[in-house]
């Protein structure tokens, strides 16, 4: 294995990263360190993996490709969101993501909504999204969603947009209270996952491309006698009246 002899191990290891100035981990290689992996739906031995060096102390965040052509970049809690203390608002914690483009004054484009001040490890410690984009007269609109089924959607998309970021998150808890987020359910007759097979369709929904997801009956024939549990009834009516 190369890097594994004693000279490599001692002499030839570079430092990843630096540290900011201040920080009580400068000069040091302490870091958290994770891995992100993107394997092709196509070939799946065509895979990209990036290294993810951050410092929740000095906000510096590092991204390092390891695969294929080497690359890295090393930026800013600030501009990535990743690492960035989480802001109260509503009782509820918001954990920001990066913005569209270096030092952009309207801040992070999307938030994920947490009910604590952790930052969430699993699409299950998110409440939802809030997340803005411009409106007809180029101000800012914001946009909600809520729940986390999988990275890069949620359960299901307001049907408004707000002016105020407030009043999107605001939204967020009202639908998890009401607990709308805990079972999936057919947008025509409201059978949930437990009672039929389901499947979904989706749309992008959120200013990051975040999709929302829909959910509809399989089986449309007893979808439909659920919506309309009358429909057999009447129809039997109609006919037995045109005879």
Not at 41 to 60: F, H, K, L, P
Request: aromatic letters at 10%; a neutral charge.
């Amino acid at each position: 294995m190369i890097g594994q002899n004693i000279d490599d191990l001692y002499f030839r290891y570079d430092s990843v990263a630096g540290h900011a100035e201040g920080c009580p981990r400068r000069g040091t290689d302490v870091w958290e360190t994770t891995r992100f992996t993107w394997y092709s739906r196509s070939d799946e031995a065509t895979r990209q993996t990036v290294i993810r060096y951050a410092c929740r102390q000095c906000g510096v965040v590092s991204f390092e490709r390891v695969d294929g052509p080497m690359s890295s970049e090393c930026t800013h809690a600030s501009q990535v969101g990743y690492g960035s203390k989480p802001e109260k608002m509503l009782g509820v914690w918001l954990h920001p993501g990066p913005r569209i483009w270096h030092d952009d004054d309207r801040g992070p484009t999307v938030f994920f909504v947490t009910a604590t001040k952790e930052p969430p490890r699993r699409p299950e410690d998110v409440l939802g999204k809030v997340g803005w984009n411009l409106g007809p007269r180029h101000g800012l609109r914001w946009s909600a969603g809520l729940g986390c089924p999988d990275h890069g959607s949620v359960l299901r998309g307001a049907e408004q947009t707000w002016t105020s970021r407030r009043a999107a998150v605001a939204w967020v808890i009202a639908a998890a209270e009401a607990g709308e987020h805990a079972r999936a359910r057919c947008e025509t007759c409201g059978a949930s996952g437990a009672d039929e097979a389901l499947e979904k369709t989706t749309w992008t929904a959120l200013a990051d491309g975040s999709e929302t997801v829909r959910w509809f009956c399989r089986d449309r024939r007893a979808c439909n006698d659920r919506r309309f549990p009358e429909l057999p009834r009447i129809l039997g009516e109609n006919r037995g009246g045109a005879r």
